[in-house]
């Protein structure tokens, strides 16, 4: 099966000056876990993605004021992306390798034409091929386990 089945399209974006707080407010009223950053509206030319995890850990432990703060400051830039035509395979291979639950999908021109999400896989692979990437995504990370050994 090819991501262009599987992806949404046209997701909800936002640009590199959106404000934090903007940004959460999309995901709420849209039920989204990220949002990708896009230069414009027109070209849709993906500049990177920004998560509920980054307004957690980068806006909210960081001090940061969600007001005044342009979405590019937390955003993680050059995103993995896929494109529509690889296949589902190919989709669940680069989440496990680089633990992420969702990838952008971008055209030949790097504008996003969709998403793919944890949950779409889902509905279209294997439980044993979900089972494997959601314990590969969620495995912790070493360094944040050896702080908190080291604290106890």
Do not use: F, W
């Amino acid at each position: 099966m090819k991501v262009r089945t599987m992806m949404t399209r046209n997701p909800v974006c936002c640009t590199p000056e959106t404000s934090v707080q903007a940004v959460a407010d999309l995901m709420k009223k849209h039920d989204v876990g990220s949002v990708p950053v896009i230069a414009d509206s027109g070209s849709r030319h993906l500049e990177g993605i920004v998560t509920d995890r980054d307004l957690c850990c980068k806006v909210l432990a960081g001090g940061l004021r969600a007001h005044a703060t342009p979405v590019k400051r937390v955003m993680t830039r050059n995103p993995v992306t896929c494109k529509p035509e690889d296949m589902l395979q190919t989709c669940e291979r680069l989440m496990q390798k680089n633990r992420i639950r969702r990838i952008p999908v971008v055209d030949e021109n790097n504008s996003c034409v969709g998403i793919v999400a944890l949950a779409d896989l889902c509905q279209y692979a294997s439980p044993s091929t979900i089972c494997r990437t959601l314990a590969t995504i969620s495995k912790p990370n070493r360094s944040v386990r050896h702080l908190h050994r080291a604290a106890a």
